[in-house]
C-alpha cells in the first residue's frame, strides 16, 4: 500500500525531517558541537553566544521543524490530536536522555540507579502517550467503524470486515516507532554530552542519531497515515470511546457471547454465537462443531441447522434460539 500510495506528499516530509536532523546534529566543520561549545553559558544565553553561522544552522533546522510538523498536520487531519500527543512524546524522550547524561556523561555505562530516572520519566510518558491515548483511540475508532459501517446479517461479511481493517501491522509500526525514537534520542543526547575538552570522536553517534531519526521520522508518518488511509473516506474522528462519551456521542453496544436458549420453554441450548455475530453448534457426529449447513472441522458431517431442547423436545431452528431477545 506504500509503494501505491506514498507520493509527493510522504517524500516531502521525510525529506524535511531528514534536513532537520543534518541541520541540527552537524555544524558543517565549524566546530560548534565537537568543542563543546561554552559551557559557562546556558539557555537563550547560550544560543545567542554562538558563532552566526552555527546560529544561523540552529534556526534552519528550528524551521525545518515546524516545516514537519505543519506538513503533518495538513496531511493527515484525521490524526491531528494525535500527532499533538506523539510530539510531547517525542519532546519528552528526548528531554530524558538529556537529563539522564547531565549527571553520567556516558550514559548507561557510568550511571548509577538515580541517573536513569530521566530515561524512566520520558517513556513513562512516551508510553502511556503512545499506547494508552493514541493507540486506544485508533483501535476503539476502528471497531466503532466497523460495528456501525460494516453491520451485516452474514457474519462471514462481518468477519472480513474485520479482517480487513486490522490493525495488527500498525501496532508493530507504533512500538517500532517508540523504539527507534529511545534509540536515536539516546545517540542525539550522548553526542553532545562529553564536557570540554572533549578528546574523543563523536561523529559516530551522530550519524546513529540522523539515521534512526531518519527511520522514526518514517516509521512515525506510517503511524499518522494508515488511520487516515483506513478511515478517512468515512470521515470518522479518531477519538477513544471515553473521549466520545464526554462530547456526548452515541457509542454502539459492543456484543457479547451469548447462549442459545430454546424459543418454546427458554430453556438453554448448545448453539453459542459469538462476538462477531457468528453462531456455533455441537456435531451430532462427535465432539467437533460450526456454523449450521456447514462441515464439521473434525469429522466432515453436517452441522444440524435445528436443534432439539431437552426441556420440552422441541426441534426449532437454531437461529430462533437467539430472536426473541434481538426482537426489541
Keep these: 500500500m506504500i509503494l501505491e500510495r506514498w507520493g509527493f506528499s510522504e517524500a516531502l516530509i521525510l525529506g524535511i525531517g531528514t534536513l532537520a536532523l543534518i541541520l ?3 555544524d558543517l566543520g565549524i566546530g560548534e558541537l565537537a568543542s563543546g561549545g561554552d ?3 546556558n539557555s537563550f544565553e547560550g544560543f545567542l553566544h554562538i558563532s552566526d553561522f552555527s546560529l544561523m544552522l540552529s534556526l534552519l533546522s528550528l524551521i ?3 516545516g514537519l510538523l505543519a506538513s ?3 496531511r493527515f487531519p484525521l490524526m491531528r490530536e494525535n500527532l ?6 517525542t519532546f519528552a524522550i528526548q528531554l530524558g536522555y538529556i537529563m539522564s547524561h547531565t549527571t553520567a556523561t556516558d550514559f548507561p555505562f557510568d550511571g548509577g540507579v538515580s541517573d536513569w530516572g530521566g530515561v524512566a520519566i520520558g517513556n513513562l510518558v512516551l508510553v502511556f502517550l503512545s499506547m494508552g491515548v493514541v493507540h486506544r483511540a485508533v483501535i476503539e475508532t476502528r471497531d466503532i467503524h466497523v460495528q456501525e459501517r460494516h453491520a451485516h446479517p452474514d457474519p462471514r461479511v462481518v468477519q472480513k470486515a474485520w479482517r480487513d481493517h486490522s490493525l495488527r501491522a500498525w501496532s508493530l509500526s507504533l512500538g517500532s516507532w517508540m523504539i ?4 536515536s534520542a539516546w545517540a542525539g543526547a550522548h553526542t553532545i554530552a562529553p564536557r570540554p575538552p572533549i578528546e574523543s570522536d563523536m561523529t559516530g553517534f551522530a550519524v546513529l542519531h540522523v539515521f534512526f531519526g531518519i527511520l522514526s521520522i518514517a516509521v512515525w508518518t506510517h503511524v499518522l497515515w494508515y488511520p487516515q488511509f483506513m478511515l478517512g473516506a468515512a470521515g470518522d474522528r479518531i477519538q477513544s470511546v471515553r473521549a466520545r462519551e464526554v462530547a456526548g456521542e452515541a457509542i454502539p453496544v459492543t456484543l457479547e457471547r451469548r447462549q442459545g436458549a430454546c424459543p418454546i420453554c427458554s430453556v438453554e441450548t448448545a448453539a453459542i454465537k459469538h462476538q462477531d455475530g457468528s453462531i456455533e453448534v455441537p456435531c451430532s457426529e462427535c465432539d467437533g462443531g460450526g456454523e449450521p449447513g456447514t462441515a464439521c472441522s473434525e469429522c466432515n458431517a453436517t452441522i444440524p441447522a435445528r436443534i432439539s431442547c431437552s ?3 422441541s426441534s426449532t431452528t437454531v437461529i430462533s434460539h437467539f430472536s426473541r431477545s434481538e426482537a426489541w
Design 72 to 74: 503533518l498536520w495538513a
Design 24 to 26: 541540527g546534529a552537524w
Design 64 to 66: 525545518a521543524w515546524i
Design 180 to 183: 527507534l525514537l529511545n534509540i
Design 39 to 41: 559551557y559557562n553559558r
Design 84 to 89: 499533538i500527543w506523539t510530539t510531547v512524546a
Design 311 to 313: 426441556g420440552c423436545g
